[in-house]
């Protein structure tokens, strides 16, 4: 997965602020998602998962609002013939927005955890991972098909 992060990095980086800062934080969230298994149950735990939640949390928010807004508009201006085809990837990515939002409720704020608890806790961070894997894969669709055909125009 963080390998996907960096060749799409390399792909679309320094053509936008806005994209190659998502990117950015997509990159951390995958480091942090990729150290949580590895993570100390207790205040280690609770600390890590709090600062993953809340990338999370920004990641979604600058994807939604800002990001996939810029490539639709700018799909819009260059009368893109793909734009329709990359509108019909928000729904599929919303999946993803709704199972991670989910998860920040329930995980965030992580109260003395039994056994079972983190065995649930450790379900779902598998289960977010794919779901998070999958929804790079169509951000990176997205980003081809609006951003990348016209690249030269506006960089």
């Not at 991972?129 to 990176?140: N, T």
Request: charge should be negative; include cysteine.
């Amino acid at each position: 997965m963080l390998e996907n992060c960096k060749d799409a990095r390399e792909r679309w980086g320094g053509v936008s602020t806005i994209i190659d800062h998502w990117l950015d934080e997509r990159a951390a969230l995958i480091r942090i998602l990729m150290e949580i298994p590895h993570t100390q149950v207790g205040e280690e735990l609770d600390a890590r998962l709090g600062e993953f939640c809340q990338l999370l949390v920004d990641y979604l928010s600058s994807g939604h609002f800002e990001v996939y807004q810029q490539l639709v508009a700018e799909g819009e201006a260059f009368s893109d013939s793909q734009l329709a085809e990359a509108q019909a990837l928000l729904p599929k990515i919303q999946i993803s927005t709704d199972l991670a939002l989910d998860f920040n409720d329930r995980f965030s704020d992580l109260p003395a955890a039994t056994v079972e608890d983190i065995r649930y806790f450790s379900e779902q961070v598998s289960k977010l991972g794919e779901a998070l894997a999958d929804r790079f894969e169509l951000e990176d669709q997205m980003i081809a098909m609006l951003h990348e055909t016209h690249r030269e125009a506006v960089s």
